[in-house]
Structures are given as structure tokens and as C-alpha cells.
């Protein structure tokens, strides 16, 4: 056998080696891809999210704005109070309501309910949005996030999904762009 | 003594190592450069070794658990022999870091020594500084308090704006729906793992560079960088004059690295280690999230920038910044060195340092948001309740209780959110005053919904007041020439 013959020989065997290898890779790479990835695959349909109830309707006087918690569907043990999430419950009349996020619609610290002057203020940068929730001032581009509700024998109801941010128009929240006139 | 040489000798004859060391420690550098502007890289460099030995002490205590790891904070601080000390070191490490990292990057940006050959030497610092901010943002989630929360939740919100993966970001960035466990797995992940290994692998390839391509020489104004030529001018200027690193140069290097250990364990002593701030529960509202110092001007220009720039600056203006970092030595790989030949380079370091020492400035005391309890807690300046009408102590009355105290001074009192209102008799007549109180405008929530009328003409009343002795309020001169009743 001639010495350029071997050298190739053992040159095929190492690329088919390294192709070996390759295949391999790709192969766990799935697995461990979508382990990583898990996070984002979760399915995100709309009006799947789980209703979880904030506690009798007599805890939410009409025409005020409480504040209100519920422990997070999705929460694990090791979660601790990071899980308990709060939220704002407004109760127009009747059986209407409407229920905000926390957080603000600029960059998701937590609004402040201010009920002598019917306003919630934000203490980051300031956003300010009025009772019904739609931006009164300040940096967001926005009104408050709000939740889904229904009313179910004497309980409130809320449709609890992810953190709402501005760029997720989050199925079990509903944007409001309340258009004030001049003179409201 | 002699037990010390067998024992050299035992390990050289199986690894074969003193020489090249010797002669990496020996290696001939530019006289100029024992220098005191050339230590920052390794002070750099000593800091991080004292990052990552605190940084094990800390985890032997520590519980990457969004239950517990607040508590094992407080475990650290109060019960653990030290445990505040180590802590603290670890907390003035990282600031210290930052602070010398960013040093160094100016010094090197100032002494041109980002030319050629060095261009790779710059980029993968330009890498280590992004790693190293990632080091202190994960760090600061870690803390796992209030800020750290409320942290996320605005890492989550900027992350959020990325066009169609936004939403997919949030969720891989919290590991899932919302702010809780697997987040703060996901950053010990980062913090622990993740980026110390690329720190450790990184900041062996800057040096391996520094050594194979030489320390940059002194800047001489006049001696321009040329491809052609650099080289062997390189060479001959360390040849003719140059001293062996190894004791020439690095007397100075391990002075100062003393010195910064020495700074950082007393900062550590006298002011004690960073937080926790409260507890990490969303549902205690009555908080309000501040960054970590060196995030503090991201925080000012947030609230700064004009609502419909935000999301392209956040998206666009990190972008920017890498590229022209990461291609500068590219386009600026010749010419001159020297800080004294290169005004736009030295305009630059001025404009970025007052910028963002402005903006940290201005985060310092967020004239932007609302003081939340100056409306129960900052009375009205008694000198505006004397000797006013029944009706305009009313409107004090009305304008403490509608919080307009919140965004507005009196006397230097109060949120800064809105005009100090001092002089606004002077400014504003009585009609415009209604308007504005009413129908809002110019970043001011409209009140009308929320003021009778009663309200709104005592406020107005007392607003009325507001103008300093010696002025007259402003009076609307067409109502002056109307037929009296």
C-alpha cells in the first residue's frame, strides 16, 4: 500500500469521524434545544388561560378601586410570595368591573391606586393613568393592562396568564385606549 | 532551601514549564510603559480573581431559591460569622470592577492602543465589558429584594419590544410566565456558570494577546501607526529600550492592585454590604425600584427620552453602541496615537463622561416621579396659609387633598414631576388656571372628573396667591377694557 493511499485512508476515517460526531450532536442537540427553549414553546392560546377567583363581591365596594391578590396558577412550591401576584379591581356597577394589572404599561413597575384624586401614579417614571385606567400623563404610550372577568356565584373571576408587558397584548388582558375628549 | 529546589526541579523535569515562564515574565517592554497610566488592566484582572473567591464563599451559604433566598441573604448579613463582610467585599468588588473596567477601556481608547495589531485585543475587551455588566445586572437579580423584582419586571418590559420575538424573549428571559423560581434559577445560571466561564476564558484570550502582540507603547505625538512599518518599530523600540516586565514594570501594577483590594475592603468595613431592600413579594406595593449605581443613568434616560423614541432607542441604541465600538479599530487602525492629536477622541470620553454622569446625577433624586406621600406628609408653607381668605385655605385644603403636592413644589417641597407653582399667580390667570386645572395638558392629568365645582374654584383661589411680594398676578388685559358692569 502506497504512502498518499494511507494518508487518505486515514484522512477518510477521520472525517467520517468527525461526520459521526456531528450526527450525534445534532441529534442531542434537539433534546437539550428544546429543554432550553421550553419556556417560549409553551403554548400561548387565547382565553385558555385558568380563571382564578379574587375573593366575594362584597370585598369590592361599587364605585371604588381595591386592591386585590391571587396566587398565581402556574406557581410552583419553591416559588414562594413571588407567585402571590396583586392587581387593582375597580367596580363600576352592578356586575361591571374592571380589573388592572399592576403593572405600569411602560416598563411594568407597580401603579399606585390614589382615590382622592382618582388617579393611579407610578413611581419609576411617573406614568399616571386615571380611574378607568387609560393613560393620563408620563411616558407610557398606553392605558393600564386589564384583565378578563366574569362574575360566578358571588365571586369575581380573572383569567391569570404572564406578566403583561407592553409588547405582549397578552390573551387574558385587554388593551385600553380609552380616547378622552379634550374637554372630559 | 534545598528541599524547595528538588522539589522545582521534580515538577520542571515533568512539565517543562519554568522557562517559558521565565521568559513571559522577562519579556522586554517599552520603559515608558511602567507606568501609572498602564495598571487598570490589572487591578482589572485582581478584582475579578477577588470576584470569584468571594463569589464561592457567598454560594456556600446562599439558596438560588425565590423562597429562600431573600432569607439567605438575611441569614448572611445577621447570623453567618462575616457573612455581611464577604458580602460586602462582593458588593464593592463589583462596583470597583465596573469602575476600573471602565477605566482601563478609556486609557486604552485615549493611548490609541486599540490600533493595529491590537484590534482583537480591543474586541474581545469590548466582550469582557459586556460580560462584566452582565455580571452586575444578574448579580443584582440574585439579591433577590424588591429592586431585583421590580428589575426583572423592567428587563422584561424593554425585552418585550423586540419586534415579533418579544413576547418569546420575556418568556425564556423569566423561564415563564411571570417573575418567580425559575427565574431566579435561570440568573444564578448566568451569574454562577454561565458568564464567569466566558469571563475565565475571555480574559485568558486578552491576555495571551497582550503578550504575544506587546503592550502598547507609550503614545509619542507625531510617531504614527503605519501596517507596513509598526512591527519592526515595535521591536526595535523595545529592544533598544526596553526592561523586562518581570521586575521592571510590574512593581506599579502590584502597588495598585494592593491599593484597590485595600479601597474595596475599606468601603466593605465602613459602608457595609448592599441591601436586601424588602422582600421580594409583589403584593408590597409601596415601594420604588432604583437600579444598582452603574444602571442608574439607563433609569434617567427612560424616564427622559420622548415616548415614541423609546422603543427605537432601546431596540436600536445598544446595537449602535457595539458596532461602532467593535468596528473602531477598523476604521481608525492607523495614525496617530496620542490623546494630543486626537481632539475628536478626547471630545468623545468628555461628552459620554458628562453624560452619563448627568443622567446618573439626575436618577440620584428622579425629578420625574411623583414624591407618592408629599400630599399627607409635606405640609403647605405656612407663609401661603397667612392672612388668607376662608376660600383660599379652602383650596389648600383641595390641593393637598387631590395630591397635585405629589408632582407640584411649593417652596422647594414636593415632587418635581410638574412646575413649582411659587409664582403660577404670576404666570397664569385665574381662567387659565381653571383650564389647566380642568382639562390637564402638557403631561398634567385632567381633573375635571375628579374636582366639583366648588373644589375648583377654591383651588384656583389659592392658587391665585401664589406670586411673590413685589409682583402682580397675571390679570387678563382684555377683561380690563370690557364696559363695567
Not at chain 2, 86 to 97: D, E, K, T, V, Y
Not at chain 2, 103 to 112: A, P, Y
Not at chain 2, 189 to 203: E, N, Q, T, W, Y
Not at chain 2, 375 to 388: D, F, M, N, T, V
Request: net charge positive; glycine share 10%.
Amino acid at each position: 500500500m502506497t504512502q498518499p493511499d494511507e494518508l487518505s485512508r486515514r484522512g477518510m476515517l477521520m472525517k467520517l469521524g468527525l461526520l459521526f460526531n456531528a450526527a450525534v450532536g445534532t441529534i442531542l442537540a434537539v433534546p437539550i434545544m428544546r429543554y432550553v427553549l421550553s419556556p417560549m414553546i409553551r403554548e400561548r392560546n387565547a382565553g385558555q388561560d385558568p380563571w382564578v377567583a379574587l375573593g366575594l363581591l362584597d370585598k369590592f365596594p361599587p364605585g371604588q378601586t381595591r386592591f386585590a391578590t391571587y396566587r398565581h396558577p402556574s406557581a410552583n412550591p419553591s416559588d414562594g410570595e413571588t407567585a402571590n401576584i396583586p392587581c387593582w379591581v375597580r367596580h363600576v356597577d352592578g356586575e361591571k368591573f374592571q380589573v388592572f394589572a399592576i403593572n405600569c404599561a411602560h416598563l411594568g413597575c407597580p401603579v399606585r391606586w390614589f382615590p382622592q384624586s382618582g388617579l393611579f401614579m407610578c413611581p419609576c417614571h411617573g406614568g399616571v393613568y386615571y380611574q378607568d385606567g387609560s393613560r393620563a400623563s408620563g411616558p407610557p404610550e398606553r392605558g393600564l393592562f386589564e384583565y378578563r372577568y366574569k362574575v360566578e356565584q358571588g365571586k369575581l373571576l380573572i383569567q391569570a396568564g404572564e406578566m403583561p408587558t407592553t409588547g405582549v397584548p397578552t390573551a387574558s388582558l385587554t388593551n385600553i385606549s380609552v380616547k378622552r375628549p379634550p374637554c372630559a | 532551601m534545598r528541599l524547595i529546589k528538588k522539589l522545582r526541579d521534580w515538577f520542571d523535569e515533568r512539565l517543562d514549564l519554568a522557562t517559558p515562564i521565565r521568559e513571559t515574565m522577562e519579556h522586554p517592554v517599552p520603559r515608558q510603559t511602567a507606568s501609572w497610566a498602564y495598571v487598570f488592566g490589572s487591578a482589572a484582572l485582581t478584582v475579578f480573581v477577588l470576584q470569584l473567591v468571594t463569589g464561592i464563599l457567598l454560594a456556600l451559604v446562599y439558596v438560588p431559591s425565590a423562597g429562600e433566598a431573600w432569607n439567605s441573604l438575611q441569614v448572611l448579613n445577621h447570623q453567618v460569622t462575616l457573612g455581611w463582610f464577604i458580602r460586602a467585599l462582593h458588593g464593592w468588588g463589583s462596583n470597583f470592577m465596573i469602575a476600573i473596567v471602565l477605566i482601563h477601556m478609556v486609557q486604552v481608547f485615549l493611548f490609541g492602543a486599540y490600533k493595529f495589531p491590537r484590534e482583537l485585543t480591543w474586541i474581545v475587551g469590548v466582550l469582557l465589558l459586556l460580560l462584566t455588566l452582565g455580571m452586575a445586572f444578574t448579580g443584582q437579580v440574585l439579591r433577590f429584594d424588591q429592586d431585583a423584582y421590580w428589575g426583572l419586571g423592567i428587563g422584561a418590559s424593554i425585552s418585550s419590544r423586540v419586534p415579533v420575538l418579544g413576547p418569546s424573549i420575556v418568556n425564556l428571559l423569566l423561564g415563564g410566565p411571570m417573575i418567580a423560581g425559575a427565574t431566579l434559577s435561570r440568573f444564578f445560571a448566568l451569574h454562577v456558570f454561565v458568564i464567569p466561564g466566558s469571563l475565565i476564558a475571555f480574559v485568558g484570550l486578552h491576555l495571551l494577546l497582550v503578550l504575544k502582540l506587546g503592550i502598547n507603547e507609550w503614545p509619542m505625538p507625531g510617531r504614527v501607526v503605519r501596517r507596513a512599518t509598526y512591527l519592526s518599530e515595535y521591536h526595535e523600540l523595545t529592544r533598544k529600550d526596553g526592561v523586562p516586565f518581570v521586575p521592571g514594570a510590574v512593581a506599579k501594577d502590584l502597588f495598585f492592585s494592593g491599593f484597590i483590594l485595600l479601597s474595596i475592603a475599606a468601603c466593605a468595613l465602613y459602608f457595609g454590604p448592599f441591601g436586601p431592600s424588602g422582600q421580594p413579594d409583589p403584593t408590597i406595593i409601596q415601594t420604588a425600584p432604583r437600579p444598582d449605581y452603574f444602571f442608574l443613568w439607563l433609569y434617567a434616560v427612560l424616564s427622559l427620552l420622548p415616548p415614541s423614541m423609546e422603543t427605537p432607542a432601546l431596540l436600536i441604541g445598544p446595537v449602535i453602541a457595539l458596532v461602532v465600538l467593535v468596528s473602531l479599530p477598523f476604521f481608525s487602525g492607523e495614525g496617530e496615537k496620542s490623546w494630543r492629536r486626537r481632539p475628536i477622541a478626547v471630545l468623545t470620553i468628555l461628552l459620554v463622561a458628562v453624560a452619563l454622569g448627568t443622567f446618573t446625577h439626575l436618577a440620584g433624586y428622579a425629578p420625574w416621579s411623583p414624591v407618592m406621600d408629599a400630599w399627607s406628609g409635606e405640609p403647605i408653607p405656612a407663609q401661603y396659609l397667612k392672612g388668607r381668605t376662608a376660600l383660599e385655605r379652602q383650596g389648600a385644603l383641595v390641593f393637598q387633598e387631590k395630591q397635585c403636592h405629589n408632582c407640584h413644589a411649593l417652596s422647594g417641597v414636593g415632587g418635581k414631576r410638574g412646575p413649582e407653582l411659587d409664582r403660577v399667580a404670576v404666570q397664569l390667570t385665574s381662567d387659565q388656571l381653571i383650564r389647566q386645572v380642568i382639562q390637564g395638558g402638557g403631561n398634567m392629568p385632567a381633573y375635571g372628573n375628579n374636582l366639583n365645582p366648588a373644589e375648583t374654584t377654591a383651588l384656583v383661589a389659592f392658587l391665585g396667591t401664589l406670586y411673590p411680594a413685589g409682583q402682580t398676578p397675571a390679570r387678563d388685559a382684555s377683561r380690563a377694557t370690557g364696559v363695567q358692569p
